[in-house]
């Protein structure tokens, strides 16, 4: 009998891409997949994954301690991925994103303490370092967020941290760059920018577009979050970047040339407020554990288009505000 897996926010980006990968990777593994649906959470991305009968979908909130009282045993691994994450939505209503965030967290990491879960991994964030005016920030560096959203799972991280030093309980946080790929909300910029152009929309561009970023494909992500399930060392943070900061322009210049539109489908928009300039993570203590990236951003940033292109029924229904 393998693992049994309870991956919460299971029906969005990051968590469907991770469940994914559990099942191609660990034949034996069997995924509880609990996730509310909010606007993020896809049912056409469950409806895919309920394909398999290793997983098992589940309708519910991580707030919940007696659902989760009722699901937590007999699992070896909780991998927390439910999140409210767009940094705009939390400037406009910060509230669920406090109450998702953090006090979310906080229930589910007591519940999967009192039960005993032997290994729990909490799925941060690059962003809770603020910007960096230069260099790479290592998993000591001070925390400074700038938003809501960041300051929440800042406050996520502290208290998965303060479970490990009070109780003794095995957890790991992981520190993320931005992901791309497949099934990504069409909020975030690269599928946004991608959807917009295939309908004959312009961009929104943020300012100038010097904020910089590194993009980290959401399949690495997922291996170096399996490889710390297994070699991870328990009260420990570990960065997860790919080293490949790029200008927010520079990211439209490429979309822009790989689906032949022109400078004119830029809509300059004013920059939002508390807007971090660069992110950038050392992820040397993962990188010493064998994990690399292995998906060159050129290379995938076309296959990602290209997924787009080819799955309007996934993201027109979610622009339109239906499901799909």
Known sequence: MGRRY???GGAGFIGSNFVRYLLDHEPDAAVTNLDLLTY?????????????????FLHGDIGDAGLLDGVLPGHDVVVNFAAETHVDRSISGPGVFLQTNVVGT???LDTARRHGVPRFVQ?????VYGSLAEGFAPEDAPLRPSSP????????DLLAASYGTTFGYPVIVTRCTNNYGPYQFPEKVIPLFVTNLLDGRKVPLYGEGRNERDWLHVEDHCAAIHLLVDQGTPGEVYNIGADAQLPNIELTHRILAALDRGEDMIERVPDRPGHDLRYAVDS???????????????EHL???IDWYRRRPDWWRPLKEGRRP
Do not use: I, M, Q
Not at 149 to 156: E, L, T, V
């Open 6 to 8: 309870l991956v919460t």
């Open 40 to 56: 993020a959470g896809v049912e056409a991305t469950v409806r895919e994954l309920d394909a398999d009968p290793r997983h098992a």
């Open 106 to 108: 906080g229930v589910l």
């Open 123 to 127: 799925v941060s964030t690059d962003e």
């Open 149 to 156: 959203y960041s300051a929440s799972k800042a406050a996520g």
């Open 284 to 298: 040397a203590k993962l990188r010493r554990l064998g994990w690399a990236p292995t998906r060159s951003f050129e």
């Open 302 to 304: 076309a296959a990602t």
